[in-house]
């Protein structure tokens, strides 16, 4: 069983930048593909970005690319979500998760993952 806690949220100003992180714990971190999602206020959870087990495949929100990147070091057992040019829009709960299965396109979907932290609140003003 994997427990995950997320850390480095926070409140910015639009155009700055924040570093996630997602610590683990209780597992076996480098066999299970890591996902970011997030969910703003009055609206439903979205995929925000995805990486393999071994780092080398990720995925994007369109809504993320070019400004969000997803990365891991298995020897910490953590994953990041390095965010930058943040908007108002951006405003969520930004919250980690674990998946067990194979790593492909179908890790956008958190019906994938298995294990999800408690998240981590990123407010951004305009």
């Known amino acids: 069983h994997v427990q995950l806690v997320e850390s480095g949220g926070g409140l910015v100003q639009a155009g700055g930048s924040l570093r996630l992180s997602c610590a683990a714990s209780g597992g076996t971190f480098s066999a299970y593909g890591m996902g970011w999602f997030r969910r703003a206020p009055g609206k439903e959870r979205e995929f925000v970005a995805a990486?393999?087990?071994?780092?080398?495949?990720?995925l994007y929100a369109d809504s993320v690319k070019g400004r969000f990147t997803i990365s891991r070091d298995n020897a910490k057992n953590t994953v990041y979500l390095q965010v930058n040019s943040l908007k108002p829009e951006d405003t969520a709960v930004y919250y980690c998760?674990?998946?067990?299965?194979?790593?492909?396109?179908?890790?956008?979907?958190?019906?994938?993952?298995?294990?999800w932290g408690q998240g981590t609140q990123v407010t951004v003003s305009s």
């Open positions: 990486i393999s087990w071994s780092g080398d495949k990720t």
């Open positions: 998760a674990a998946a067990q299965t194979y790593f492909s396109s179908g890790n956008t979907n958190a019906d994938r993952y298995d294990y």
